[in-house]
């Protein structure tokens, strides 16, 4: 599915420059979207479970058994 970690400072950079460059938008505005879209890709990648809440990248092919050695998630939860 993914062949690396979710990297929130490359997302932003990437969204910034897309909405400067390609739509003409403001440095104010883009940064703005930029961090809405950042806040939902970290809550989307984030397990829903209770006791869990770590990372996709934190569970074995996000869908396993939990990385995190004192977590007892058995499954990622979106």
Not at 15 to 23: E, G, N, P, Q, T
Not at 26 to 46: F, L, Y
Request: glycine share 4%.
């Amino acid at each position: 599915m993914m062949n690396h970690k979710f990297d929130p400072n490359e997302l932003y950079n990437r969204v910034v420059h897309y909405y400067i460059d390609k739509k003409g938008y403001s440095k104010e505005k883009a940064n703005g979207i930029a961090q809405k879209v950042v806040e939902r890709e970290k809550s989307r990648r984030t397990c829903k479970n209770i006791n869990c809440g770590h990372s996709m990248d934190d569970h074995i092919r996000t869908k396993e058994t939990c990385l995190v050695l004192d977590c007892d998630c058995r499954q990622f939860v979106n």
